[in-house]
C-alpha cells in the first residue's frame, strides 16, 4: 500500500482544512487508517483512526470534537476534516494504514505511511 497525503497549508485559528489521503493497492478497503501529527522538536502523536468499514472511529483527547475521519473505499480516499483549527495543532500530519482492519491508537500497528503533509494554524 503506498499512501499520499495532500491538502496542508496555512490557515487562521478558528478556520478549517481537509486533508486527504490517496492509497494505492487493492488491500487499501480491508485495512483500518490512522491520522498521526508531528509537530517541530515533539514526537509523532496519534490523531485519530477509522475502522476498515468507516463505522468506528476513535480520536485523541485534544482534536475529539473538532476533527472528523472519513473514508471512501470507493476512491480508496480517506480524509481528516479540521475544524476550529488552533495554532497548537500546527504540525506535519501523516496517514497510515494499519494491519489489520480494526482501528487502533498505536503507532507501531501501523505498517504504512505516508510522506506527510504541513498544517500551519496562525494565531
Known amino acids: 500500500v503506498q499512501l499520499q497525503a495532500s491538502g496542508g497549508g496555512l490557515v487562521q485559528a478558528g478556520g478549517s482544512l481537509r486533508l486527504s489521503c490517496a492509497a494505492s493497492?487493492?488491500?487499501?478497503?480491508?485495512?483500518?487508517m490512522g491520522w498521526f501529527r508531528q509537530a517541530p522538536g515533539k514526537e509523532r502523536e496519534f490523531v485519530g483512526t477509522?475502522?476498515?468499514?468507516?463505522?468506528?472511529?476513535y480520536y485523541s483527547d485534544s482534536v475529539k470534537g473538532r476533527f472528523t475521519i472519513s473514508r471512501d473505499n470507493a476512491k480508496n480516499t480517506v480524509y481528516l476534516q479540521m475544524n476550529s483549527l488552533r495554532p497548537e495543532d500546527t504540525a506535519v500530519y501523516y496517514c497510515?494504514?494499519?494491519?489489520?482492519?480494526?482501528?487502533?491508537?498505536?503507532?507501531?500497528?501501523?505498517?504504512?505511511w505516508g510522506q506527510g503533509t504541513l498544517v500551519t494554524v496562525s494565531s
Open positions: 497510515a494504514a494499519a494491519s489489520s482492519s480494526r482501528p487502533t491508537t498505536l503507532t507501531s500497528d501501523y505498517d504504512y
Open positions: 493497492g487493492r488491500t487499501f478497503s480491508y485495512l483500518a
Open positions: 477509522i475502522s476498515w468499514s468507516g463505522g468506528t472511529t
